[in-house]
């Protein structure tokens, strides 16, 4: 059932009554992939079909940006990989353009890009604040050559920079400083831009990238969402008893987080690959690990599944490597921390990398959840339903930004979802 969902509403979410799921999902495609392969395609001017392309709000807001790319002034909205990505591109472009975003986007700090390009040879300055949004940049040739970049800041800094370096003179060569954190992030743009022609070599902590062009066929098929399966085998842990089929979901080379279907067979949840997709089935609980130690620092949008799965299962764990967790849509650590102490558990944060849950208590009847504005912490506190006799979502359009359908697909699932205003939620 499609809904207009506004501000002021919530969803209730009530799961079924044998806390069985049996069926089918056609789960969103990779907004990580499409958004990568939009940017090459405009670089190369290409004529390239893109099929399955991702409707997440990431994805629809690059393709308009893209499509505004000649205006002198462009907003990039609140997606940081949309603004960090059309930066580097900006960069190549003819022409003098203001870049702008959202006003929670003004906060987060660009500095070690805006560094990174103006070494190769960009024209770029602060419009306000330095160090953060907006930007004037005036487009040209760029040289190319040696830069050194923080590494343990954001992958997608290097990954804005390895996109346009076969169009500089010299290429780039990057010296990576730090410890790096999303690496599987950059091996994916490096997979696809070597899919289309471009040549790099990657040796310790030096990335190269030759200059040359891209080279597109006359289509190219975005593959499902690894990301959006998580939320599935969180549900298949709930449940009591699962086969869950993930249309067209196979082993990736290019997603990190295909990494959701090893951890989960720690919480009883088995993979089945076949040619058409992968069927998830809830095992006996003998299966599961008591205790987990899952290092997430290339898999950071799976820690608050995963987080809220431990105490969901009463279990206990701890997740390392989540020093990104802080800077996306919210400081999901701190949103983490807040929801699921509220839920009984015990969560413990050591210097912003590191969270212990253990859940001791019983949970709640019903729970409602701060999502925060963030599409991962109403997807991942959702499944919760299967274990408590209901769960209410705050501001459930969030879900848009990567998988719009998500309430619908629940519902094809077995579970109610009923709109809650803000009428009710107060009174």
């Known amino acids: 059932m499609e809904r207009n969902m506004s501000e002021g509403e919530a969803v209730k979410i009530i799961a079924p009554e044998d806390k069985k799921l049996k069926g089918e999902i056609k789960l969103p495609f990779s907004k990580s992939v499409s958004n990568r392969v939009l940017i090459i395609k405009l670089l190369s001017d290409s004529n390239c079909e893109i099929k399955n392309i991702s409707e997440s709000q990431d994805t629809k807001s690059l393709i308009s940006v893209l499509e505004k790319i000649n205006h002198d002034e462009i907003n990039a909205g ?11 591109l900006l960069s190549l472009l003819p022409g003098k353009r203001k870049l702008t975003c959202s006003e929670q986007m003004k906060n987060r700090p660009i500095e070690a890009l805006v560094s990174a390009l ?3 040879g960009a024209d770029i300055s602060y419009a306000e604040e330095t160090g953060k949004p907006p930007l004037i940049i005036t487009g040209r040739n760029l040289i190319g050559g040696s830069v050194e970049l923080d590494a343990s800041i954001s992958s997608q800094y290097l990954s804005a920079l390895a996109m346009i370096a076969p ?3 010299k290429g780039i060569e990057v010296t990576l400083k730090g410890d790096m954190v999303s690496r599987p992030y950059l091996e994916m743009t490096l997979r696809i831009m070597n899919k289309f022609g471009a040549e790099y070599s990657w040796e310790g902590n030096v990335l190269s990238v030759k200059p040359g062009a891209y080279e597109m066929p ?7 969402d690894w990301s959006a399966a998580s939320y599935w085998y969180e549900l298949a842990a709930f449940s009591n008893e699962a086969q869950i089929k993930l249309k067209g979901l196979n082993k990736s080379n290019l997603q990190a987080d295909c990494a959701v279907s090893r951890i989960y067979k720690g919480f009883g949840v088995d993979s089945y690959f076949s040619e058409d997709g992968v069927e998830l089935v809830k095992l006996d609980d003998s299966t599961r690990i008591s205790h987990k ?4 620092l290339h898999n950071p949008d799976l820690a608050q599944t995963v987080a809220v799965t431990i105490a969901g299962l009463g279990s206990s764990g701890t997740l390392l490597g989540l020093k990104t967790l802080k800077v996306k849509e919210t400081d999901r650590i701190e949103a983490l921390r807040i ?4 839920l009984g558990a015990e969560v413990d944060v050591i210097d912003d990398t590191e969270i212990i849950v253990d859940r001791t208590e019983s949970l709640p009847v019903s729970a409602h959840i701060n999502t925060y504005g963030d599409h991962r912490m109403a997807m991942s506190f959702a499944p919760l339903a299967l274990v408590m006799e209901s769960v209410t979502i705050d501001n459930p359009k969030v879900v848009a930004k990567s998988y719009p359908n998500f309430w619908n697909d629940l519902e094809k699932m ?3 979802i009923e709109m809650v205003t803000e009428e009710v939620k107060s009174s």
């Open 118 to 120: 103006q070494d190769l």
């Open 414 to 416: 077995g579970f109610k």
């Open 293 to 296: 130690r899952l290092e997430l």
């Open 167 to 169: 169009y500089c003179k």
């Open 78 to 88: 609140s997606g940081g990989t949309t603004f960090r990505f059309i930066m580097a």
């Open 339 to 342: 929801e699921l102490t509220r």
């Open 218 to 224: 006359d289509s190219y098929e975005i593959e499902p």
